[in-house]
T-cell receptor, first 110, second 113 residues
């Protein structure tokens, strides 16, 4: 069974304090791993796709990396507007579905 | 503006009273999907559709029905809602080639008493 586990469940940072969120997965034949951002009261919004181990993607203060067992979302010098829940999802090789983790709720304090 | 719309946004109902949550997208996407989101459980897929008249079960389909008669619309039907279907529901759409990049609606918060 495909599984996605995110840690920590919640993270509080001071503005400018860099950190990383973790997404570990077990999946049969990974087709891709994806990161989404979800603001309170809204639907998730797509951030990144990673296809193979060693791949990295960047967007502003966020950088996503992928290994064979996990992905990290690195947040460099975060700002309060980065506060959100970050969701990780995987697509198994043969599936037309995504399996989501339960998310990390990030709070960045000014 | 490219968007996925859902209606209603909030709904309180009683056990057994049939309801429909509508979903519409204006991006000509082939792929549409329904998810429910519960605390600690994340997003779980209920049903998905790869095109008109093509639907398939997701991970938690019990108690739900869907239909895809038009490309833009994908309604979610609860024929006899129960309290364990109280949840936050999201509709999403994407191209068939890009289901990694799904566009989500604003959500429907359903309470079944």
């Amino acid at each position: 069974e495909d599984q996605v586990t995110q840690s920590p469940e919640a993270l509080r940072l001071q503005e400018g304090e860099s950190s990383s969120l973790n997404c570990s997965y077990t999946v049969s034949g990974l087709r891709g791993l994806f990161w989404y951002r979800q603001d309170p009261g809204k639907g998730p919004e797509f951030l990144f796709t990673l296809y193979s181990a060693g791949e990295e993607k960047e967007k502003e203060r966020l950088k996503a990396t992928l290994t064979k067992k996990e992905s990290f979302l690195h947040i460099t010098a975060p700002k309060p507007e980065d506060s959100a829940t970050y969701l990780c999802a995987v697509q198994p090789g043969s599936a037309r579905q995504l399996t989501f983790g339960s998310g990390t709720q990030l709070t960045v304090l000014p | 503006e490219a968007q996925v719309t859902q209606n209603p946004r909030y709904l309180i109902t009683v056990t057994g009273k049939k309801l429909t949550v509508t979903c519409s997208q204006n991006m000509n996407h082939e792929y549409m999907s329904w998810y429910r989101q519960d605390p600690g459980l994340g997003l779980r897929q209920i049903y998905y559709s790869m095109n008109v008249e093509v639907t398939d079960k997701g991970d938690v389909p019990e108690g739900y029905k869907v239909s895809r008669k038009e490309k833009r619309n994908f309604p979610l039907i609860l024929e006899s809602p129960s309290p364990n279907q109280t949840s936050l529901y999201f509709c999403a759409s994407s191209s068939l080639a890009g289901i990694n990049e799904q566009f989500f609606g604003p959500g429907t918060r359903l309470t079944v008493l």
